[in-house]
């Protein structure tokens, strides 16, 4: 699932798309839980970098 943003909407990233026979699937707009998965893992990463400690 991709967002509806114009880089996911891009006549080049649906060409390399078919060339690496990826199918692009495109989310509905302003429903977050169409892609509930990699919106919890973006959630999930973004707390554990929030919390890494200055090196």
């Known amino acids: 699932y ?3 943003g114009s880089s996911y ?3 080049h990233l ?3 798309c ?3 026979g990826v ?3 495109h989310a509905r707009p302003y429903r977050p839980q169409g892609k509930g998965k990699i919106e919890r893992w973006f959630k999930t990463v973004r ?3 929030l919390i890494l ?3």
Do not use: E, M, W
């Open 2 to 4: 991709v967002d509806n």
């Open 9 to 11: 909407r891009s006549n």
């Open 14 to 16: 649906s060409l390399v």
């Open 23 to 25: 199918a692009l699937i």
């Open 18 to 20: 078919a060339k690496l």
């Open 53 to 55: 400690p200055d090196q």
């Open 47 to 49: 707390g554990q970098l």
